[in-house]
């Protein structure tokens, strides 16, 4: 726990947007849940704190320790995990970076002990948090387990009413951002193009084609 919240606290998330991926995004809390839910309950904005990284990291007796840190060989995956990889070294961490190419990190991207991965959009927090984070998924990269985390997901499940679950989502945002258990620096902003008699052809956060919805404009 104190080495995952050294490396929190090391990393600001507004850097890491700027230098991994221009800007084009909103920084995020570390508990992959954004405002793009529904059920979505802000949380305080966090802030980096290096001093008490590098005090963690020594209570931990992990300051010469090297974490080998894995990304994928692209564009803005690695550079945000080169990102991440320069502010850890700034705090006191010692970290070797591996890329690796795309067909071979997708076939080990649930085995990697400290890695980088990109998660596509589900419309509702509940469905991100379940496929991620909940106790034995196959999906849980990270080998998350807490029976708390997984009774508050079960019972915000059960609730229909986005407003009435975001009680439980704040909840269940706590645990995960006071778990240390991930760094999440952004989300990605996403973009359409067309020509401006095209109308109500807007970009969905899966990139889905409405095309039902769309129509020229004559005007």
């Known amino acids: 726990m104190r080495v995952r919240r050294a490396a929190q606290l090391a990393c600001d998330n507004r850097i890491t947007l700027a230098l991994g991926y221009d800007d084009r995004g909103k920084p995020a809390d570390n508990h992959h849940v954004g ?35 894995t990304s994928i060989d692209d564009d803005w995956r690695r550079a945000t995990t080169d990102a991440i990889a ?9 970290v070797r970076r591996t890329v690796i190419p795309g067909a ?14 990109n998660w596509n959009a ?51 945002e706590r645990i995960l951002q006071e778990s240390g258990i991930i760094i999440q620096p952004y989300w990605r902003s996403v973009f359409r193009h067309s020509h401006p008699r095209v109308q109500g052809f807007d970009v969905h956060q899966a990139f889905e084609h409405h095309l039902e919805r769309v129509w020229l404009d004559d005007g």
């Not at 985390?149 to 059960?158: I, K, Q, R, W, Y």
Request: charged share 25%; glycine share 4%.
């Open 86 to 94: 320069a502010q850890l070294r700034d705090a006191g961490f010692r």
């Open 35 to 69: 405002p793009m839910h529904p059920e979505y309950a802000p949380l305080p904005p966090l802030e980096p704190d290096v001093a008490r990284a590098r005090a963690l990291l020594a209570e931990a007796g992990a300051s010469e320790h090297e974490f080998e840190f």
């Open 122 to 172: 589900r419309p509702l927090g509940v469905q991100i948090l379940a496929l991620a984070y909940r106790s034995d998924e196959a999906w849980n990269e990270t080998g998350y387990a807490n029976p708390e985390f997984d009774a508050e997901l079960a019972a915000a499940m059960a609730i229909i009413d986005p407003d009435a679950r975001r009680e439980r989502m704040e909840t269940l």
């Open 104 to 117: 071979a990190f997708w076939s080990n991207w649930t085995r990697y002990a400290f890695s980088t991965t």
